[in-house]
């Protein structure tokens, strides 16, 4: 089935700093998602984005399916920002998602 | 809309008890999923559910686990017996489709399950 990989696995940065994560997936796909897992554990969507570039706020997603991966990136970081990144794909073109490990990102005040 | 609805949201039981979980999906979504997370194993798919029907529950961990969806807006997870390593958090999810194109899912809260 579909492998999908995240770098870096951890990530400490100081507020105001900016970040870029990465997920790469090892078979075309139709759909991707990115999610924010926050400290009290909610998983909350932040892209659905199978191609190109998207923006919201201080955050921003780009996938080049051709190559087969997606990155995040986060501007001007908050201490609210920190928790646990996933990206998700589905596998076998279903609807069924496969999870990365996820980047846990830190961000200090 | 109020999101994708979970409960309860803490249970603590002990090994061998039934332990019964609660999802109602976003109105008008087709699909619905039940997802384990572990430290272990990560975010995993149990099951998933299309306009009530079982799609595919390949991700049951066994026979102990069965789900159903008796209507559009309900869906159960249930645990017979209970064993301290199906401690986790269960997630539930919602997502429509629009002839053949699918969109994303939304999570629900979770509920963090401990088998003592």
């Known amino acids: 089935g579909i492998q999908v990989e995240q770098s870096p696995p951890d990530l400490i940065l ?20 990115w999610f924010h897992q926050n400290p009290w554990g909610q998983l ?12 919201n706020g201080r955050l921003s997603a780009t996938t080049v399916a051709t190559e087969r991966y997606s990155l995040l990136y986060i501007s001007s970081s908050q201490t ?16 069924k998602l496969v999870f990365g490990q996820g980047t846990r990102l830190t961000i200090n005040p | 809309d109020a999101g994708v609805i979970q409960s309860p949201r803490h249970e603590v ?27 272990m194993r990560g975010l995993e798919l149990l099951i998933y559910f299309n306009n009530n029907v079982p799609i595919d529950d390949s991700g049951m961990p066994e026979d102990r686990f069965s789900a159903k969806m008796p209507n559009a807006s309900f869906s159960t997870l249930k645990i017979q017996p209970s064993e301290p390593r199906d401690s986790a958090v269960y997630f539930c999810a919602s997502s429509m489709t629009s002839g053949r194109l699918s969109y994303e899912q939304y999570f629900g809260p979770g509920t963090r399950l401990t088998v003592t």
């Open chain 1, 44 to 55: 909350i969507n932040l892209f659905y984005i199978p191609s190109g570039t998207k923006q």
């Open chain 2, 13 to 39: 039981t002990e090994m061998g008890q039934e332990v019964t979980l609660r999802c109602k999906p976003i109105s008008g979504h087709d699909y619905l999923f039940w997802y384990r997370q572990t430290m």
């Open chain 1, 80 to 95: 609210t920002d920190s928790g646990v990144y996933f990206c998700a794909v589905p596998r076998d073109g279903a609807q």
């Open chain 1, 14 to 33: 100081q507020e105001g700093a900016n970040s870029t994560l990465r997920c790469n997936f090892s078979d075309s796909v139709n759909n991707l998602q």
